[in-house]
């Protein structure tokens, strides 16, 4: 077993259990891709098994902080049952499932959803890859499925050395999919769709989103970024009579709008634009236009801390636009999703968008990811995903 030997002070964040240690914390040792090490303070005591990674910046992942622990076909067989099991336990109304969300499962480098039948798998580390074989067998066999498809087409493979990988990896057949999500039938493709093919994560914020409308009594909603259309769709569901759908994506915009149809509504109360956003948002705000509800789900602005910054911008951009163009007592929810922005920060950037606008409101909520996205306590950039619920007095 090769041995990663830590510099003098570099083994807190591992005493602290954060599975990730950056390529300069590193004092001596080699492996190749994906190989499993010992990791060692530099008094040689030892630390963790982790997977090796010598492209990337973060350097090494660990999988275990036993050291009587084997990192082997019955240690991944172990993960993988005890995260369907969380899963199990959970009151997850709809059959499309997050199983695996890499680090908070122990399994870092891992991303596996279910749609009804088919899984979707993203294969994201070096050490994730070596054991691609043995994983993708295994998590068959805890499902009781016989389709897998891989989406291991992710920019973070580029920074593990990887080369984008997609297609079949387990069975074949149609990669489209219909999935239930509360009392919504909703379609998507787990070959061409963003991700693994749709943001479960959002799953418990289109529920109340829609439960917030049906309460309120909204009856415009407009939906930015909308992608293919679940909180328009929400929106519908809570009784709104007027949903805009706006979004960069032709396709996107076109299945949003098979999705108004396939779940019954009105085609008529809603309206798929094809358009930037920000220019949108500034265009209806010229031509006097109003709503009682808006959601701001934009992509990710700020991958990294390093981009903080300019993200800010961008989002108190659109966040200043969107209270601009609310009704007095309309209601605003905003997300971030970049993993650079953090809660605090996205707090501050959402109230300056307000001074800027020169309006007042209360946060009515705070909210994250679906809790098939679990964080551990460990492990804080698991955070990613922030919401605020803002009512505009």
Known sequence: ??????????????????????????????????????????????????????????????????????????????????????????????????????????????????????????????????????????????????????????????????????????????????????????????????????????????????????????????????????FSVAALAGGATEVVSVDSSGPALARATAHVELNGFDPAHHTAMDADVNQTLRDMLKQGRSFDAIILDPPKFAPTAAHAERAARAYKDINRLGLKLLKPGGLLFTFSCSGGVGPELFHKIVAGAGLDAYVDGFILDRVGASPDHPQTIYFPEGEYLKGLLILKR
């Open 1 to 230: 077993m090769k041995v990663i030997r830590l510099r003098e002070g570099k083994d807190r964040s591992l005493l602290r259990r954060h599975p990730w240690v950056f390529h300069g914390s590193i004092d001596k040792g080699k492996a190749d891709p994906g190989e499993t090490v010992r990791v060692e303070s530099a008094e040689g005591k030892f630390l963790c098994w982790a997977s090796f990674s010598p492209t990337s910046m973060i350097r090494v992942r660990a999988w275990s902080f036993d050291e009587q622990e084997r990192v082997d076909e019955a240690f991944f067989q172990r993960k993988i049952e005890a995260a369907i099991a969380l899963r199990a336990r959970m009151p997850i109304a709809s059959d499309a499932v997050r199983l695996i969300h890499g680090e908070a499962d122990g399994l870092p480098g891992l991303i596996v959803d279910r749609y009804g039948s088919t899984l979707c798998a993203q294969f994201l580390s070096a050490g994730t890859e070596k054991w691609k074989d043995v994983i993708a067998d295994l998590l068959l066999a805890a499902t009781g499925l016989t389709r897998l498809y891989e989406r291991s087409d992710s920019g973070v493979r580029t920074l593990e050395g990887l080369e984008p990988v997609t297609g079949w990896l387990r069975g074949e057949g149609d990669t489209a999919v219909v999935i239930s999500e509360h009392e919504w039938k909703l379609s998507l493709d787990v070959a061409e769709g963003h991700k693994t093919g749709y943001y479960l994560d959002q799953r418990d914020n289109r529920k109340k989103f829609a439960d917030l409308v049906r309460h309120y009594g909204c009856q415009s909603v407009l939906n930015c970024y909308s992608y293919t259309g679940g």
